[in-house]
């Protein structure tokens, strides 16, 4: 199984993770039928056998077909299809996808613009700090810890403890929705960017470019996670012709 690019249309060819390539693949199986709701996957070690990877490699992607409702697991049995149609709401942790942003839309936006007015010196230095370190970071694990701290961060400066009690309650999902955005949507870069917009209005002060950049942010969140749910059907087999 070729792992290494993905095309899509007529668009240039992206490289891709091992884990994407191998939840692609996976995905695909179970949506065209060849695993029907209630089979059994084969085992970790036949399928990183089949499609040549390793154990890590395939179990972020079991994760990730468990996130998107896909498949479930059983502890001792292992992994079953629960659905073989289009998943359009994953859970993030305790969270629907749809309901974690619907709160970050009535929270963060209004939050993000009293911290425009509000922000002390030190939330700005401290913010400033988080985003170098960010847009220097590759590692996704890494990247995605600090991805939180940036949005408990924006709560912080804006000098109201139940917003930060909200983000502070809604971490784990942020994190496990970040980590699933930047594996399968290459979201990092322009992540960067987004909070960057946001940092420059916060520093400038303006409530309303603060948030407009919220706004933008979680709008391309919501954008790529559909992109991700929902993407358009190429059902090009992987090279090699490997069948999981």
């Known amino acids: 199984m070729n792992l290494s690019d993905s095309q ?7 490289r891709v993770s091992a884990m994407e390539a191998v939840l692609g693949h996976l995905r695909s199986a179970i949506e065209r039928g060849d ?28 994760r990730a077909l468990q996130t998107m409702g896909l498949t479930v697991s059983r502890t001792g049995k292992g992994t ?28 963060e936006i209004p939050m993000t613009g009293y911290a425009a007015t509000r922000r002390t010196p030190e939330d ?18 890494a990247w995605v810890a600090m991805d939180t701290l940036f949005h408990l961060a924006v709560a912080q400066a804006a000098q109201n403890p139940v917003f930060r009690r909200v983000i502070e309650e809604i971490r784990d999902a942020l994190a496990r929705q970040s980590a699933f955005l930047n594996e399968l949507g290459d979201r990092r870069e322009q992540s960067n960017r987004e909070h960057r917009a946001i940092v420059e209005a916060l520093v400038d002060g303006s409530s309303h470019d ?8 979680l709008d391309r969140v919501e954008t790529t996670l559909t992109a991700i749910v929902r993407p358009e059907r190429t059902d090009a087999p992987p090279e090699g012709g490997h069948q999981a």
């Open 8 to 14: 899509t249309g007529d668009s240039v060819p992206r």
């Open 35 to 62: 695993y029907a709701v209630g089979d059994k996957l084969p085992s970790e070690a036949e399928l990183c056998r089949r499609l040549e990877v390793s154990r890590p490699v395939l179990r972020e992607a079991l």
């Open 80 to 107: 079953f299809v629960l659905s073989n149609g289009p998943v359009e709401d994953p859970t993030f942790g305790d969270y629907a996808a749809s309901d974690l942003l619907e709160v970050r839309r009535h929270v």
């Open 124 to 141: 700005l230095d401290h913010l400033a700090h988080l985003l170098e370190r960010m847009e220097r970071e590759t590692d996704t694990t």
């Open 210 to 217: 603060a948030t407009e950049a919220m706004a933008h942010h």
